[in-house]
């Protein structure tokens, strides 16, 4: 797993982060045999063959419809309704053999195809729930690979973040703001890391987090949880430095107090340890 983290960590400092590489690394830790570059060509055989299908259509919309409907109708790439928190919904790899995944994987399946067919596709960060869209002269069009590569209106979408959050709640642009790679390639991480911890597997939810903040050194959320992580898995000395460090970075955040008290409550330890 060293190998792998260490190219993790290489693929971390690039600029921009070639996106469905990223993706295959972070399955590679938990399948290490995995042959990345063997994965990246089965994406460019869907690619050629898309192109085949899409053919020399140059309006964006009538090339969304064709790729939506070559993945979700002719290659039957779905949605795993079923067992959405399957932790291998999340893993590229297990998307291209099963061809289940979540919002998030299906739309780095749809964003890697679809740019090789000369569509201008971005992520979406939306809340709880990830999109694509298309840019070109006239504008973006909004895509649901999860839900069969639908195109949705602005009411659609308004509707959505109402019943996201309860009640009517204007549509913030923030929410259609384009998601880099790195963005993508941190909320896969965070996606597994709330599997890991909702199934006390703090072990691999701590490994979710070191790549979380090998992406971005700064999310100080990362760095306080990852203090709690080692915390939870009586790496005390490991989990007081996190508590510290977090401190240093950010002590008039939110979780500055519960970052004290973890700094007080280990040393205690530590020294009984000692």
Request: glycine share 8%; proline share 4%.
């Amino acid at each position: 797993m060293s190998d792998t983290r260490d190219e993790f960590a290489r693929l971390a400092a690039r600029d921009p982060i070639p996106l469905a590489r990223g993706a295959l690394l972070i399955a590679k830790e938990e399948y290490p045999g995995l042959d990345i570059d063997q994965y990246l060509g089965r994406i460019d055989q869907l690619a050629r063959e898309a192109a085949a299908v899409v053919g020399g259509a140059t309006d964006t919309v009538t090339r969304i419809q064709g790729l939506s409907d070559f993945l979700f109708t002719q290659k039957g790439f779905d949605g795993n309704r079923d067992q959405f928190g399957d932790p291998r919904n999340s893993f590229l790899n297990e998307v291209l053999e099963r061809k289940l995944g979540i919002p998030i994987t299906l739309s780095v399946l749809y964003i890697e195809v679809g740019r090789q067919l000369g569509l201008n596709l971005f992520g979406v960060s939306f809340p709880a729930h990830f999109l694509v869209k298309a840019v070109d002269e006239r504008g973006e069009i909004v895509i649901d690979p999860f839900n069969g590569g639908a195109i949705l209106s602005l009411d659609e979408i308004r509707a959505r973040v109402a019943q996201i959050y309860g009640q009517p709640v204007d549509l913030n642009p923030a929410m259609l703001k384009a998601a880099g790679a790195r963005d993508i390639l941190s909320r896969m991480l965070r996606n597994l890391k709330n599997l890991y911890a909702a199934a006390s597997d703090w072990h691999r939810a701590l490994s979710a987090v070191d790549r979380i903040l090998l992406l971005d050194p700064r999310a100080l959320g990362e760095v306080l949880e990852r203090g709690a992580l080692y915390e939870r898995l009586e790496c005390f000395s490991a989990a007081l430095d996190e508590y510290r460090r977090f401190l240093q970075l950010a002590p008039d955040h939110a979780g500055a107090e519960a970052a004290r008290e973890g700094v007080v409550r280990l040393m205690r330890q530590v020294a009984r340890l000692n």
